[in-house]
């Protein structure tokens, strides 16, 4: 829902004007490329990792305001990027750096920003567009500058409510490969995966590689003769963006996942997969979690991690007691401490988990990287997973 300005007359000394669907303006000034865009207005709370954030799959028509207020200080690289493009459909930032300054830098950010023709703006007082999101809800917003700004607010508003919301997007075919490519094991190939590709960062076969696992990317449209003919010692499902609700033939594929037994982890979108797969529902966040500093409990083992996020659905499963599914019992094994919402799910009779935040760490802390060496032993055969104890019978 991006019409961008590469080529239309306007510089980012022009004044810009963000206007959520509620009717709340701000004004400020163009930052990127010049022209108007249309998404759903969230905010991060990452101090750092705006270039992995920007290329996130999962921000695929979301206009992403940063809390932080000084952005774009280390300019852009070649080797941050998660995936070939930007992908947020806007960006709102305070006070962008005015010269970047790192050692691995090419380009600044509002060069980046310009090139692949997105449009954002800075001089907002983000600490209240982020409160009135926290307070309102993430909504629909439009950015406007240049010749786009020239209409009359009530014309732009006009114009923002009739953008597409977030609720009922179906969204994972537009980001996914449309190939099947392979990810070579880092020295001696020890398992085979097949990724199941609904938005995946490029750290996260990386993270499997590094274990020697040789991980098989495939299209969310990927079938289960896909998926066999690759003979994976265990299957992924990754993270991406849109509502899980519309995600029908991902949840289908997996529940032939499960009963055939294969070794299975979920991620992000595909921990909302997986809850869909098992009975639960899945609802709307008032405003999300996003960014690198999310709090989780991983009930398995009392651990507090400190984790990256960028979800705004979540999975409806009980927290207080194991509950029965069509492949067995199910449990949340893993809760977000701000809130309480569903974190993560563990099969305890077949060899199945996944979680709700990113273990890959790109951006973000390493605290959650365990995370793939239990999918390491659930495919070993390990016990940790499959025929689990529950946590009830655990605290006895």
């Given at each position: 829902?991006?019409?961008?300005?590469?080529?239309?007359?306007?510089?980012?000394?022009?004044?810009?004007l963000l206007v959520l669907e509620d009717g709340r303006t701000f004004r400020g000034?163009?930052?990127?490329?010049?022209?108007?865009?249309?998404?759903?207005?969230?905010?991060?709370?990452?101090?750092?990792?705006?270039?992995?954030?920007?290329?996130?799959?999962?921000?695929?028509?979301?206009?992403?305001?940063?809390?932080?207020?000084?952005?774009?200080?280390?300019?852009?690289?070649?080797?941050?990027?998660?995936?070939?493009?930007?992908?947020?459909?806007?960006?709102?930032?305070?006070?962008?750096?005015?010269?970047?300054?790192?050692?691995?830098?090419?380009?600044?950010?509002?060069?980046?920003?310009?090139?692949?023709?997105?449009?954002?703006?800075?001089?907002?007082?983000?600490?209240?567009?982020?409160?009135?999101l926290r307070e309102r809800g993430a909504m629909r917003v439009g950015i406007f500058?240049?010749?786009?700004?020239?209409?009359?607010?009530?014309?732009?508003?006009?114009?923002?409510?009739?953008?597409?919301?977030?609720?009922?997007?179906?969204?994972?075919?537009?980001?996914?490969?449309?190939?099947?490519?392979?990810?070579?094991?880092?020295?001696?190939?020890?398992?085979?995966?097949?990724?199941?590709?609904?938005?995946?960062?490029?750290?996260?076969?990386?993270?499997?590689?590094?274990?020697?696992?040789?991980?098989?990317?495939?299209?969310?449209?990927?079938?289960?003769?896909?998926?066999?003919?690759?003979?994976?010692?265990?299957?992924?499902?990754?993270?991406?963006?849109?509502?899980?609700?519309?995600?029908?033939?991902?949840?289908?594929?997996?529940?032939?996942?499960?009963?055939?037994?294969?070794?299975?982890?979920?991620?992000?979108?595909?921990?909302?997969?997986?809850?869909?797969?098992?009975?639960?529902?899945?609802?709307?966040?008032?405003?999300?979690?996003?960014?690198?500093?999310?709090?989780?409990?991983?009930?398995?083992?009392?651990?507090?991690?400190?984790?990256?996020?960028?979800?705004?659905?979540?999975?409806?499963?009980?927290?207080?007691r194991v509950s029965d599914t069509p492949y067995g019992r199910a449990e949340v094994?893993?809760?977000?401490?701000?809130?309480?919402?569903?974190?993560?799910?563990?099969?305890?009779?077949?060899?199945?988990?996944?979680?709700?935040?990113?273990?890959?760490?790109?951006?973000?802390?390493?605290?959650?990287?365990?995370?793939?060496?239990?999918?390491?032993?659930?495919?070993?055969?390990?016990?940790?997973?499959?025929?689990?104890?529950?946590?009830?019978?655990?605290?006895?």
């Amino acid at each position: 829902m991006t019409t961008s300005a590469r080529g239309a007359t306007g510089t980012t000394a022009d004044p810009a004007l963000l206007v959520l669907e509620d009717g709340r303006t701000f004004r400020g000034r163009a930052y990127g490329a010049v022209g108007e865009t249309f998404g759903e207005a969230v905010f991060s709370t990452g101090m750092t990792g705006y270039q992995e954030t920007l290329t996130d799959p999962s921000y695929h028509r979301q206009v992403v305001v940063m809390t932080a207020p000084h952005v774009g200080n280390t300019g852009v690289n070649d080797e941050d990027p998660e995936s070939a493009r930007i992908w947020v459909a806007g960006y709102v930032v305070r006070d962008p750096a005015r010269t970047p300054s790192n050692w691995r830098s090419t380009r600044s950010l509002d060069e980046e920003l310009r090139g692949q023709g997105v449009v954002g703006i800075s001089g907002v007082d983000t600490r209240a567009l982020t409160r009135h999101l926290r307070e309102r809800g993430a909504m629909r917003v439009g950015i406007f500058s240049g010749e786009a700004a020239a209409a009359g607010e009530a014309a732009l508003l006009a114009r923002v409510r009739e953008a597409p919301a977030m609720q009922g997007a179906d969204l994972c075919g537009e980001v996914a490969t449309q190939e099947s490519y392979v990810v070579p094991a880092h020295g001696e190939k020890r398992f085979t995966v097949a990724a199941i590709d609904l938005g995946i960062k490029g750290m996260t076969p990386h993270r499997m590689a590094e274990r020697g696992i040789e991980v098989h990317v495939l299209p969310a449209t990927a079938t289960a003769e896909d998926i066999d003919a690759v003979h994976p010692d265990g299957v992924f499902f990754s993270n991406g963006p849109g509502d899980p609700a519309t995600a029908h033939q991902p949840v289908e594929l997996m529940r032939g996942v499960l009963e055939r037994g294969t070794p299975l982890f979920g991620i992000c979108f595909g921990n909302q997969i997986l809850g869909r797969a098992l009975g639960f529902g899945t609802f709307k966040l008032k405003y999300g979690h996003r960014g690198i500093n999310q709090p989780v409990q991983d009930r398995t083992t009392g651990k507090v991690e400190v984790t990256a996020h960028n979800h705004g659905f979540a999975v409806d499963a009980p927290t207080d007691r194991v509950s029965d599914t069509p492949y067995g019992r199910a449990e949340v094994s893993h809760v977000c401490l701000n809130d309480g919402v569903v974190e993560g799910l563990r099969l305890l009779d077949k060899p199945a988990f996944s979680v709700q935040y990113h273990p890959e760490a790109a951006a973000g802390p390493h605290d959650a990287a365990y995370l793939f060496d239990r999918f390491v032993e659930l495919m070993r055969g390990g016990d940790n997973q499959h025929h689990a104890t529950p946590l009830e019978d655990q605290r006895a």
